[in-house]
């Protein structure tokens, strides 16, 4: 319970940033100003401004939209892809599902950063290739997590029962199987999510991920680093705030697991 | 004959399997664990693991289920054919509902019921809307009855449905099958409860090592047993304190 609350207070905190940042933002994220370069902590810039005076937390506020949006579509692409693959892979004769689950694993050797660039490489780097190479990337592991709750979910006995009462494959994998899986799957996402959150980070601090001058948390530590020693601030704020949207997203996962699951609810 | 079986074989652990149930009959099935018992009821079902094939025959009112597809095995399942399982705290999907657990059978042959009406009739009334994890062994049994009675099969196999049960419970569940099953139902009930197929059986087969190695009426078995292995299981059993 504890876990859900504070997960979805850091989760909030971000999507209420980015939300915000629609409307207002204290400064032009983007505006260069000379005269007001590297300030400090202070009360007209909150978090300070940068090498080339833009406002740091303005930055931060309308990186969260980058953060969000690459998280979503990732974990969108690997779950809706992934999922039914590994259901498919679980449910199907044993061949079938070895097979599904070989090309998975050469799938899942690749990995997801090497994919962004090479992606990159080939379709210019920007938000949208890095978003839909990590989602590529991890469909394998939603695909994993599906068939092996999935051969869980199909050796029990209420799954014979189901085929016994006349069921169908199609509605024992949507009633019966993927209600029991979702809890796995909810986790699943949450540090999915996370990852992908991170790898985001990482590509627009490697530059294969969201362009200048569209504010990026990844990029601001990127551009921070050669200031490192003289201006940590600079480095130290993007990094809280990827530190407190992974953090976030973890304990929202895990705490919906909890909530979620009927039997461990009702103990709780 | 409402169920005929003719030669079942399962791999080597049900061999030459033969016996016929006639519409309203209650057979029981009896012998020991690994006997072969719930397999024979799984290949009537259609159920077996893929990697165990059944050979011999099994005509349900003129029909051959050995051939079927599974896509007419499934129309069947649940309408001609249903079964209640040996453990009732597994044969309940835990994420779903118990209301909508009992009216699916029926909404997937096409008929519309309540599951309000399905449960009373097992005496659950008001429990629709409760997860199984909030019932009792015994009332997650009555949810399993009630599924299993729903369209009014014409063959019920009851593979072991009391033996997780204590006994109060157990003697609730067997009343139940016995006035809830349809006059012209032919029953299966697989149990290693001499006392259960007395109750509730007109018939017995006994098996042994996956053959059938004794059968007659329930009295006739139970009272003159022919085959040795019986003779022992009698023996084994408090029947007899019991009476």
């Known amino acids: 319970m504890r876990n859900l609350v504070l997960g979805s207070v850091l989760v909030a905190l971000v999507v209420l940033a980015a939300l915000l940042s629609f409307a207002w933002t204290p400064f032009d994220p983007v505006k260069v100003d000379a005269t007001h370069r590297l300030l400090g902590f202070g009360a007209s810039h909150w978090f300070g401004t940068d090498k080339f005076g833009r406002d740091l937390l303005s930055q931060l506020m309308v990186g969260a939209r980058t953060t969000l949006y690459v998280g979503v579509v990732a974990v969108g692409i690997a779950a809706v892809i992934g999922t039914p693959l590994g259901i498919l892979a679980g449910m199907s004769p044993r061949w079938l599902g070895e097979f599904v689950m070989r090309v998975n694993d050469l799938v899942l050797a690749f990995p997801a950063l090497l994919l962004a ?101 990844g990029r601001m530590l990127q551009e921070s680093q050669e200031l490192l020693t003289v201006q940590p601030r600079l480095a130290l704020v993007p990094g809280i705030a990827i530190a407190v949207a992974v953090l976030g997203f973890n304990l929202l996962g895990d705490g919906l697991r909890d909530r979620l699951d009927p039997r461990l609810a009702a103990r709780g | 004959m409402t169920l005929s079986v003719r030669g079942l074989s399962v791999s080597s652990l049900v061999r030459d399997v033969s016996f016929e149930i006639g519409a309203g009959e209650r057979v029981g099935l009896i012998g020991e664990s690994g006997s072969g018992k719930s397999l024979t009821a799984l290949a009537i079902m259609g159920l077996l693991p893929e990697e165990l094939p059944a050979s011999g025959s099994v005509v349900l009112h003129d029909r051959e289920l050995l051939e079927l597809s599974e896509k007419d095995l499934s129309r069947l399942r649940g309408d001609e054919l249903a079964m209640v399982f040996q453990e009732p705290m597994t044969a309940l999907n835990p994420a779903m509902r118990v209301g909508r657990q009992v009216t699916e059978p029926g909404r997937i042959h096409g008929r519309r019921q309540r599951a309000e009406d399905l449960l009373a009739a097992v005496g659950l009334p008001g429990t629709a809307r409760a997860y199984p994890h909030q019932l009792s062994g015994g009332q997650r049994q009555r949810v399993v009855l009630a599924m299993a009675l729903a369209n009014e099969p014409s063959l019920l196999i009851c593979d072991e449905p009391t033996t997780a049960l204590d006994v109060t419970v157990q003697a609730q569940i067997l009343s139940l099958i016995k006035t809830s099953l349809p006059a012209d139902s032919a029953l299966l009930f697989i149990t290693h409860d001499l006392a259960v197929v007395a109750s509730v059986c007109e018939r017995v087969l006994v ?10 009426s329930t009295r006739e078995v139970l009272t003159a047993p022919k085959h040795d292995y019986t003779r022992k299981l009698l023996d084994a059993s408090d029947l007899e304190a019991r009476r």
């Open chain 1, 117 to 217: 660039i090479m992606f990159g490489a080939v379709f210019g780097a920007d938000t949208l290739t890095a978003m839909v190479a990590i989602g590529i990337a991890t469909i394998p592991s939603f695909a994993r997590i599906a068939r092996s709750g999935t051969l869980q979910v199909m050796s029990t006995e209420f799954v014979l029962a189901a085929r016994a009462g006349g069921r169908s494959r199609l509605n024992i994998a949507l009633r019966h199987v993927l209600p029991n899986i979702s809890g796995l799957l909810i986790v699943q996402a949450s540090v999915s999510f996370a990852i992908a959150v991170l790898a985001e980070a990482a590509l627009s601090f490697l530059g294969f991920g969201t362009r200048p001058p569209t504010p990026s948390w």
């Open chain 2, 207 to 216: 098996m042994l090592d996956g053959e059938i190695v004794e059968a007659g």
